[in-house]
């Protein structure tokens, strides 16, 4: 009997899975025998690899039928054995198997769309036959792409990393074979960007080393036991360092340094079932401090390959930022081997496998049946294999791939970044829809653009492309650059007034020389709070003759107040003397708002209401949060609040709306229709006034109005 045959059958003794072994030692027989002097390019007698497939098949711990075909997956193709032998010999079953099999050896894979489509009609025809089909191929990809190495052509080897990381690697992931999909990738690669692997590759070395991570995962892993042991749970915990693929396409995504990943290494708690799951969380969640938005519950909400567990990052065992995902053995099981464990679990348990499964392959063949054109075909069925993804169109028709999630924005970046600065509205599918909206696969989307249009901060908040937000961050940061520096002018002339300083130009000239710095740079220094208004007014003051005067100015003292600086004075108390503030446009805070500030390197304070939701991005950062609150005395300017309105769709509602904030004070700056049906609108106004007692006013008296149907401050 053969070694490889051997532990094939040892495999699934370990299983307690029982397998026709003469029907399996008959198989391999005739792959010897058919096969013959064949070698492959490393040397080995080919029949070495059918046997090394059928092990992979084995780890799965799929049914004999699957074993046999295995072994015998390339005798139609490459020696005299026939389908009728194979059925003669092993039955109906495992000849449907080797055929479909076959017939996906025989699709090649090329960058024409019109070849490519045929293809991939072939493929989908023999995977919804039988699933166990594509599990077979991709046994016999992922042993090819072990033993690539072998292949001497550097193109040749290229092209089939391509194919694999293209096709197979993605089919890999669409029926959940996390394992099968992530070595596919990482190799893949290794071949096509190898600089760039061996890059990430010497950057975790480097890491290990700086932090010590090889002695860390075991020190994290045995506490993360004790905790869990200590409150009664019984569970398996393992740690795992993510691959270089993987970590690559995340630094790519968000946009990131490899050092700004909190998922270099992950951890694995698994328990006995879902209850135990939940339980564990709160073990976790209450022993260590949990990061913000990073929970994620895919157990009552599973992914779409059927993928089920409970994800969140921790700062756990010896400080460190960690992942943690818990499930249950089966949920593990169906992670690592996606549909052949389904497969599995409803022969043991004689059950209708659940259909979600192959509604995916369903849906690609009526796209199959409804479709003539190949290049629609190709793309529609693009579109639902790779279900992390989302495929839009341009009005070209050019196609723009997007991660989940993807904003109008994102796709108006991808397009071109000056689009994406200018952009001032989307279609999509012909109607207009608001920047934020969620694209999905098949979209068709039109940019609607104006040579005015700037930057929106707020974009920052929804993009999920890491170009998208690059963009918005540099163009921010040059707006910020210039709103710096018109502040800084403003502070220092009102300073040198306010002092009777009347040489404006040479007391600015002197402060330039004394910080060597250019004026708009001087500005932009006092607009952004590095220097104080009270240096400058120091400098034009000074006696050139003493150096004490010079040194002097390490010891500011803050003069009084003058009644002209006082006119415009920012009525907020508990602010960083010098700082450039802003008043955010999440919760528009008014005077009479509880208030705090949020101090952001380089551009400033924020001034949030203090039940502000975008607080919640900084419950891990206290430092960066200022206690704050209004000076009664210096409130006079005025502010904008946002008022979300109700209004039914009839004569003059509109006219009552705007007449009504006009006759308590109020000022329309701006509105915004949501949404309207034949009854109502649903509007939003950006209003001036004087604070929280003022807003409170007005829309007391929208409330009593017949034509206003809801009227509230938006702080959204």
Same mark, same amino acid.
């Given at each position: 009997?053969?070694?490889d045959?051997?532990?094939?059958?040892?495999k699934?003794?370990?299983?307690n899975?029982?397998?026709d072994?003469?029907?399996?030692?008959?198989?391999?027989?005739?792959?010897i025998?058919?096969?013959?002097?064949?070698?492959?390019a490393?040397?080995?007698?080919?029949?070495?690899?059918?046997?090394?497939?059928?092990?992979?098949?084995?780890?799965m711990?799929?049914?004999t039928?699957?074993i046999?075909t295995?072994?015998?997956?390339?005798?139609?193709?490459?020696?005299? !054995?026939?389908?009728?032998?194979?059925e003669?010999?092993?039955? +109906?079953d495992?000849? +449907?198997?080797?055929?479909?099999?076959?017939?996906?050896?025989?699709?090649?894979?090329?960058?024409?769309?019109v070849?490519?489509?045929?293809?991939?009609?072939?493929?989908?025809?023999?995977?919804?036959?039988?699933?166990?089909?594509?599990?077979?191929?991709?046994?016999?990809?992922?042993?090819?792409?072990?033993?690539?190495d072998?292949?001497?052509?550097?193109?040749k080897?290229? +092209?089939?990393?391509?194919?694999?990381?293209?096709?197979?690697?993605?089919?890999?992931?669409?029926?959940?074979?996390?394992?099968?999909?992530?070595?596919?990738?990482?190799?893949?690669?290794?071949i096509?960007?190898?600089?760039?692997?061996?890059?990430?590759?010497?950057?975790?070395?480097?890491?290990?080393?700086?932090?010590?991570?090889?002695?860390?995962?075991?020190?994290?892993?045995?506490?993360?036991?004790k905790?869990?042991?200590?409150?009664?749970?019984?569970?398996?915990?393992?740690?795992?360092?993510?691959?270089?693929?993987?970590t690559?396409?995340?630094?790519?995504?968000?946009?990131?340094?490899?050092?700004?990943?909190?998922? =270099?290494?992950?951890?694995?708690?698994?328990?006995?079932?879902?209850?135990n799951?939940?339980?564990?969380?709160?073990?976790?969640?209450?022993?260590?401090?949990m990061?913000?938005?990073?929970?994620?519950?895919f157990?009552?909400?599973?992914?779409?390959?059927?993928? #089920?567990?409970?994800?969140?990052?921790?700062?756990?065992?010896?400080?460190?930022?960690?992942?943690?995902?818990?499930?249950?053995?089966?949920?593990?099981?169906?992670?690592?081997?996606?549909?052949?464990?389904?497969w599995?679990?409803?022969?043991?348990?004689?059950?209708? !496998?659940?259909t979600?499964?192959?509604?995916?392959?369903?849906?690609?063949?009526?796209?199959l049946?409804?479709?003539n054109?190949?290049?629609?075909?190709?793309?529609?069925?693009?579109?639902?294999m790779?279900?992390? #993804?989302?495929?839009?169109?341009?009005?070209?028709?050019?196609?723009?791939?997007?991660?989940?999630?993807?904003?109008?924005?994102?796709?108006?970046?991808?397009?071109?970044?000056? =689009?994406?600065n200018?952009c001032?509205?989307?279609?999509?599918?012909?109607?207009?829809?608001? *920047? +934020?909206?969620?694209?999905?696969?098949g979209?068709?989307v039109?940019?609607?653009?104006?040579?005015?249009?700037?930057?929106? *901060?707020?974009?920052?908040?929804?993009?999920?492309?890491?170009?998208?937000?690059?963009?918005?961050?540099?163009?921010?940061?040059?707006?910020?650059?210039?709103?710096?520096?018109?502040?800084?002018?403003?502070?220092?002339?009102?300073?040198?007034?306010?002092?009777?300083?009347?040489?404006?130009?040479?007391?600015?000239?002197?402060?330039?020389?004394?910080?060597?710095?250019?004026?708009?740079?001087?500005?932009?220094?006092?607009?952004?709070?590095?220097?104080?208004?009270?240096?400058?007014?120091?400098?034009?003051?000074?006696?050139?003759?003493?150096?004490?005067?010079?040194?002097?100015?390490?010891?500011?003292?803050?003069k009084?107040?003058?009644?002209?600086?006082?006119?415009?004075?920012i009525?907020?108390?508990?602010?960083?003397?010098?700082?450039?503030?802003?008043?955010?446009?999440?919760?528009?805070?008014?005077?009479?708002?509880?208030?705090?500030?949020?101090?952001?390197?380089?551009?400033?304070?924020?001034?949030?209401?203090?039940?502000?939701?975008?607080?919640?991005?900084?419950?891990?950062?206290?430092?960066?949060?200022?206690?704050?609150?209004?000076?009664?005395?210096?409130?006079?300017?005025?502010?904008?609040?946002?008022?979300?309105?109700?209004? !039914?769709?009839?004569?003059?509602?509109?006219?009552?709306?705007?007449?009504?904030?006009?006759?308590?004070?109020?000022?329309?700056?701006?509105?915004k229709?949501?949404?309207?049906?034949?009854n109502?609108?649903e509007?939003?106004?950006?209003?001036?006034?004087k604070? *929280?007692?003022?807003?409170?006013?007005?829309i007391?008296?929208?409330?009593?109005?017949?034509?206003? #149907?809801?009227?509230?401050?938006?702080?959204n």
């Open positions: 009997m053969h070694l045959h051997q532990k094939i059958l040892e699934y003794k370990s299983y899975i029982t397998v072994e003469a029907k399996i030692k008959k198989a391999v027989e005739f792959a025998k058919y096969h013959g002097i064949q070698q492959r490393s040397g080995v007698p080919y029949y070495s690899h059918p046997l090394e497939v059928a092990e992979i098949i084995a780890e711990r799929l049914d039928d699957s046999i295995a072994i015998l997956h390339d005798t139609i193709e490459d020696t005299d !054995l026939t389908l009728e032998e194979i003669e010999n092993f039955g +109906k495992v000849a +449907k198997l080797v055929d479909g099999v076959t017939k996906l050896t025989k699709i090649k894979f090329h960058e024409d769309n070849r490519q489509a045929e293809n991939f009609r072939k493929l989908l025809i023999a995977l919804s036959d039988d699933i166990r089909v594509l599990l077979i191929k991709l046994a016999d990809r992922l042993h090819n792409m072990r033993t690539i072998f292949i001497s052509n550097p193109e080897k290229k +092209k089939i990393a391509l194919e694999t990381l293209e096709l197979y690697a993605p089919l890999a992931e669409r029926i959940g074979m996390q394992q099968i999909k992530t070595e596919l990738q990482d190799i893949c690669f290794g096509l960007n190898p600089d760039i692997r061996e890059s990430i590759v010497q950057r975790f070395k480097s890491i290990e080393l700086e932090s010590g991570q090889n002695k860390l995962i075991p020190q994290i892993i045995n506490e993360l036991q905790t869990l042991e200590v409150q009664g749970l019984k569970a398996e915990v393992s740690g795992r360092k993510k691959t270089p693929y993987s690559w396409m995340k630094m790519k995504q968000k946009n990131i340094s490899i050092e700004q990943l909190s998922d =270099i290494i992950a951890f694995r708690i698994v328990v006995d079932n879902v209850e799951c939940y339980r564990a969380l709160g073990i976790i969640h209450t022993s260590y401090k990061i913000p938005d990073n929970f994620q519950d157990i009552s909400t599973p992914k779409n390959n059927g993928y #089920q567990s409970l994800h969140t990052v921790i700062i756990g065992p010896l400080l460190q930022k960690v992942e943690i995902q818990i499930r249950t053995h089966k949920m593990h099981d169906i992670a690592e081997l996606g549909v052949a464990a389904h599995r679990y409803k022969q043991c348990h004689d059950n209708s !496998l659940d979600t499964q192959y509604v995916w392959i369903r849906e690609l063949l009526s796209i049946e409804q479709n054109d190949p290049e629609t075909f190709l793309q529609n069925t693009k579109l639902a790779y279900y992390d #993804q989302v495929f839009c169109f341009t009005p070209k028709g050019k196609l723009i791939a997007l991660p989940k999630g993807a904003t109008t924005v994102d796709f108006a970046y991808m397009v071109h970044s000056d =689009i994406g200018k001032v509205g989307a279609k999509v599918n012909g109607k207009i829809v608001p *920047l +934020k909206t969620h694209l999905v696969n979209d068709q039109e940019i609607i653009t104006s040579k005015h249009q700037t930057v929106s *901060l707020s974009w920052e908040k929804f993009v999920v492309t890491g170009k998208a937000r690059g963009e918005i961050q540099k163009v921010i940061h040059q707006q910020l650059r210039g709103q710096h520096i018109k502040l800084g002018k403003t502070i220092i002339y009102k300073a040198l007034k306010a002092n009777k300083i009347e040489d404006e130009t040479k007391a600015i000239e002197a402060a330039c020389k004394f910080f060597s710095k250019t004026s708009d740079e001087l500005f932009f220094a006092v607009g952004e709070g590095t220097i104080t208004r009270e240096e400058v007014v120091k400098l034009a003051t000074v006696k050139k003759s003493r150096l004490s005067s010079t040194l002097s100015l390490l010891k500011f003292t803050k009084a107040s003058s009644t002209t600086e006082d006119e415009n004075v009525p907020i108390k508990g602010l960083i003397p010098g700082m450039a503030m802003h008043y955010a446009k999440c919760c528009h805070p008014l005077p009479g708002d509880k208030i705090v500030g949020i101090v952001h390197t380089g551009s400033g304070i924020t001034i949030h209401t203090s039940d502000c939701e975008m607080l919640n991005n900084f419950a891990s950062m206290p430092e960066r949060i200022l206690d704050l609150t209004w000076d009664n005395n210096k409130s006079n300017i005025p502010f904008i609040s946002r008022i979300k309105v109700l209004l !039914l769709n009839e004569p003059e509602s509109l006219a009552i709306l705007a007449g009504e904030i006009a006759k308590n004070g109020g000022n329309i700056t701006n509105f229709i949501l949404s309207r049906n034949s109502y609108f509007l939003i106004f950006d209003v001036e006034v604070s *929280l007692a003022h807003i409170e006013v007005i007391n008296a929208l409330r009593i109005k017949e034509a206003i #149907q809801y009227a509230d401050r938006d702080r």
